[in-house]
């Protein structure tokens, strides 16, 4: 799953005309990297989410004719779910294996076939991509690499899921691979963060952090990171 639903509030006044999706690095929008990046390592089955100028990506997709993927629409545009309602509304299209969910808004060179076959591997509920970073946020994980918790390097705000032991913070980013059985931890409401979810699940299932330190990657939801992109672009488009 792509997300593409987001209001870009970072990039304007860019996103004020577009969405976040469509802005380009190199030239090419960040979505067409994320499906050819996706295609590259064999991935053909693709739901995109939609809400902010949502019929701009509709149009893009369709001019393009899907870059030949197979790519399924979850329509936001009457109210923006946030990433773990966005991923709830798409369940139905994620019920027969696990499978990968990433921000159009990065850039990296992760090995995305290795992070999905870890996760087989593993038959953990969930393999989070993360790395040492300077970040605002931080997830936690035990010795064991298992999710317990979430931090707010600003205010100090904890959330534990999961007690006992050491709390190594690493910084999430922004790709995972979930196995289908995630969807029976989903609360009630809408509209919830993906990291909400995790932090749920991680009470009693093992979700484990998926280090890439060595691997390329940029948040690129901000207009400065769309000129550091530039420097990258050829480096990310070798593995698509």
């Known amino acids: 799953?792509?997300?593409?639903?987001?209001?870009?509030?970072?990039?304007?006044?860019?996103?004020?005309?577009?969405?976040?999706?469509?802005?380009?690095?190199?030239?090419?929008?960040?979505?067409?990297?994320?499906?050819?990046?996706?295609?590259?390592?064999?991935?053909?089955?693709?739901m995109v989410n939609i809400h902010h100028f949502g019929q701009q990506i509709l149009d893009f997709l369709e001019a393009n004719g899907n870059f030949g993927a197979n790519i399924t629409i979850s329509d936001e545009r009457d109210l923006l779910l946030d990433t773990g309602g966005g991923l709830k509304k798409a369940?139905?299209?994620?019920?027969?294996?696990?499978f990968l969910v990433h921000n159009t808004d990065i850039l990296s060179n992760i090995n995305l076939q290795a992070f999905?076959?870890?996760?087989?591997?593993a038959g953990a509920l969930a393999n989070l991509a993360v790395r040492q970073r300077q970040s605002s946020r931080y997830l936690l994980f035990d010795d064991g690499g298992r999710l317990s918790g979430w931090r707010n390097a600003n205010t100090g705000e904890e959330r534990i899921c999961r007690e006992g032991g050491v709390h190594h913070p690493l910084a999430f980013s922004g790709i995972c691979?979930?196995?289908?059985?995630?969807?029976?931890?989903?609360?009630?409401?809408?509209?919830?963060?993906?990291?909400?979810?995790?932090?749920?699940?991680?009470?009693?299932e093992t979700i484990l952090a998926y280090r890439h330190d060595d691997s390329l990657w940029l948040d690129v939801g901000r207009p400065q990171a769309l000129e550091q992109a530039e420097a990258l672009i050829g480096q990310i488009a070798l593995s698509m």
Do not use: N
């Open 91 to 98: 369940a139905w299209f994620f019920q027969d294996a696990p």
């Open 116 to 121: 999905h076959e870890a996760h087989l591997r």
């Open 1 to 46: 799953m792509l997300f593409a639903a987001g209001l870009g509030a970072r990039l304007r006044p860019l996103t004020d005309s577009r969405p976040k999706a469509l802005a380009e690095v190199g030239g090419m929008p960040l979505l067409e990297i994320a499906i050819r990046r996706l295609m590259y390592f064999g991935c053909r089955d693709i």
């Open 177 to 204: 691979v979930l196995s289908p059985a995630i969807f029976s931890f989903m609360p009630d409401e809408e509209v919830f963060s993906i990291i909400d979810l995790f932090l749920r699940a991680g009470q009693t």
